[in-house]
């Protein structure tokens, strides 16, 4: 069974920074792409960035410029670095992986509150 364990959210001020991390059970290399989904109560969840296994990026407009996502494979970690914070980024973020033979996985979320 495929395991995401999320780390690094918290509260932060409006301007500040935090970073993710994705750390799955077995080689990054076993999924297709890897990334972040943010759902706020009564919302959709929505996609923040997303890596492919070969390092092709995919950013949301709303975040592009001030986020970056990364991976590292030696750790099969992937990392969410999230600068110039708006409280409009509120929200609990997912990991997803979407694994090679097609199962698609969740983590269990973490909470990212900025004040302002």
């Known amino acids: 069974q495929v395991q995401l364990v999320e780390s690094g959210g918290g509260l932060v001020q409006a301007g500040g920074s935090l970073r993710l991390s994705c750390a799955a059970s077995g080689s990054i290399f076993s999924f297709h792409a890897m990334g972040w989904y943010r759902q706020a109560p009564g919302k959709q969840r929505e996609l923040v960035a997303t890596?492919?296994?070969?390092?092709?990026?995919n950013i949301a407009d709303s975040v592009k410029g001030r986020f970056t996502i990364s991976r590292d494979n030696a750790k099969n970690t992937v990392y969410l670095q999230m600068n110039s914070l708006k409280p409009e980024d509120t929200d609990v973020y997912y990991c997803?992986?979407?694994?090679?033979?097609?199962?698609?996985?969740w983590g269990q979320g973490t909470q990212v509150t900025v004040s302002s």
């Open positions: 890596i492919t296994s070969g390092g092709r990026t």
């Open positions: 997803y992986a979407h694994h090679v033979l097609g199962p698609e996985y």
